[in-house]
Every structure is written in C-alpha cells, then in structure tokens.
C-alpha cells in the first residue's frame, strides 16, 4: 500500500495562507484510515530507528532507555508547562494519536485524569494495558460521537499536523474540545528549516525530509504559528 502511493508523481506546494508546504496530490481519505488503523506501526518497525517503534519493541532495553529518555525531557517538559498555567483543580488531558499510551501513562502517575484517541488496533491495546482511557477512534470519529460534556483542559497533538489531509480543521476540532482557558500542545517537525536547506546545497540527494506517504504537511516555526 505504502509503496503505491510511492509510484505517485507529486509536488511540493506551499499554503497560500499559512505558509507551510504540502504534497499534491496528497494520500486519499481512505487510504488513509487504513493505512493508520491497520499499517501505520508495522510500517514504522520496518522503518527500524523511529521512537514509536522503539516504545513497542520487544527488545525491553531498547523500550525503557527511550522512555527513561523522554520521561526526563519532553514529557516531563510538558507537564511543567501544563502545571506552570492550569490550576490544579483542571486536570483532564487528552491525548489525540497517544500510541502505545507512555505519556498518558506518565500524566496518569502525575495526578491527571488521562484520556486517549488511537487509531492503531495494535497500539491501542498496548495502551489499554496501562489502564488508562483510550478510544480505538480517529479523532473525526471522536469529535462526531462526543457528548458536550466532553471537555478537556488540555489538549495534545504531538507529530499529529504533519499526518493529516486537513491541519486547520483538527485544530479547530480540538478547540471545539477544549475547556475555557485550556491549552492545546502541538509539536511537528521543524522541516524546509534553514539548516535542512543550506545542507542541500551540498548534497545530491532530494529533500530527505519528506517522509511519503505518512507525512503530508511540512511546518516551521513561523507557518506553525
């Protein structure tokens, strides 16, 4: 499947409003959910040296030095600033594409109501495992089904705007979500950066960055804000 879309002949175009650069033409709809419910981690194992693969891998030294690895940065980074600008009283989070669930996990151990939407079968069991609340849905599914109790105050979309067809909907979607005052974190790849481009001038390859099919957006710093 993934090698299909390989055969695609394709261009780079940038956003004409905010900036970043996409694939034209971009993966269908249903290729898709497909590949993302029922490839998506096989594929990134094959791929080998991945962070999601290393949190599932049956090597346990291999998975516990990546997780001891972010749990001292990235998550524990991001629960500084959850803390440092929510009132301890507002703390339910949900995580949009949570894998294997170690960051829910974390937040959970931490004091915070934890929920999750994953819609890896695979990966979404593993995170079950954990015992924290995980929804086998994307996050359209989710948003469609939602009650309007259904309110977090925080939101995260860690590597999310780089996979999907429409960025600024998913955005708004997890606005709809979103208690007064809450925080949506989003992180993506800082990508077509000035150190990527200034390399390429020395190389032969083409851009190494573009990740196809599974990464269809390219943000920097200034068409992520």
């Known amino acids: 499947m993934a090698r299909d879309f390989l055969k695609i002949q394709y261009k780079l175009k940038k956003d004409p409003d905010f900036g970043y650069i996409y ?27 991945t962070q999601e693969a290393k949190l599932i891998s049956e090597d346990k030294e291999t998975k516990n030095r990546e997780l001891k690895w972010l749990q001292k940065t990235c998550y524990a980074d991001r629960l500084d600033i959850l803390n440092k600008h929510l009132s301890s009283n507002h703390k339910k989070i949900l995580d949009v594409g949570c894998g294997s669930g170690e960051f829910l996990e974390f937040m959970k151990n931490s004091g915070w109501k934890t929920f999750g939407i994953e819609p890896s079968k695979e990966v979404f069991e593993k995170a079950k495992e954990k015992g924290v609340t995980v929804y086998n849905l994307t996050l359209e599914e989710f948003f469609a089904q939602r009650k309007e109790k259904d309110k977090f105050h925080a939101i995260v979309l860690t590597n999310i705007l780089e996979h999907i067809l429409k960025p600024i909907e998913t ?26 481009l200034l390399a390429l001038k020395k190389v032969t390859k083409k851009e190494w960055w573009v990740a196809i099919p599974d990464h269809i957006n ?3 710093f200034q068409s992520l804000e």
């Open 23 to 49: 694939l034209d033409p971009p993966p269908s709809e249903d290729f898709l959910k497909c590949f993302y419910k029922n490839r998506y981690y096989r594929y990134l194992q094959k791929k080998g040296n």
């Open 171 to 196: 955005i708004m979607m997890a606005k709809e979500l979103l208690s007064p005052g809450g925080i949506i974190c989003i992180q993506v790849p800082n990508d077509f950066n000035q150190l990527q």
């Open 218 to 220: 390219y943000f920097d």
